[in-house]
C-alpha cells in the first residue's frame, strides 16, 4: 500500500500562484509515475501533468507554461507551482502514485480543492 497526503490547495485570485504537495510514504517503488489529475463539477477528470522517476514530465495543454511539476530529492514528493491561475482552473486536484512493473497499481491522494476567483 502506499498512503499519499496532499497539501497547498486554497482560494486565489486570477493571476496568482499556488504549490500543492503530495508526500508519499509506504510500499514506493523504484519505477513509479507520480502526478496530478483535477475534476471540476460537471467535468470529466483530467491529467494535468505527471512526473517519472527518471526525471520525464507530461503536461495538460491547458497548463503549458503556467503549470511546473518537480520532485524533491528523495522522490517521494512531488510538487505543483502553479503560476498565472486562472477561473478555469477551480477543481479538486488529486495526487497520484502508479507503481509500474511487471504489475501495476495505482493510488490517490484525497484531493485538495483549488478555487481561482476573477
Known amino acids: 500500500q502506499v498512503q499519499l497526503v496532499e497539501s497547498g490547495g486554497g482560494l486565489m485570485q486570477a493571476g496568482g500562484s499556488l504549490r500543492l504537495s503530495c508526500a508519499a510514504s509506504?510500499?514506493?517503488?523504484?519505477?513509479?509515475?507520480m502526478g496530478w489529475y483535477r475534476q471540476a463539477p460537471g467535468k470529466q477528470r483530467e491529467l494535468v501533468a505527471n512526473?517519472?522517476?527518471?526525471?520525464?514530465?507530461t503536461y495538460a495543454d491547458s497548463v503549458k507554461g503556467r503549470f511546473t511539476i518537480s520532485r524533491a530529492n528523495n522522490k517521494n514528493t512531488v510538487y505543483l507551482q502553479m503560476n498565472s491561475l486562472k477561473p478555469e482552473d477551480t477543481a479538486v486536484y488529486l495526487c497520484?502514485?502508479?507503481?509500474?512493473?511487471?504489475?501495476?497499481?495505482?493510488?490517490w491522494g484525497q484531493g485538495t480543492q483549488v478555487t481561482v476567483s476573477s
Open positions: 497520484y502514485f502508479k507503481r509500474m512493473g511487471v504489475t501495476t497499481s495505482t493510488y
Open positions: 509506504g510500499s514506493i517503488s523504484s519505477r513509479n509515475v
Open positions: 512526473i517519472v522517476d527518471t526525471g520525464s514530465t
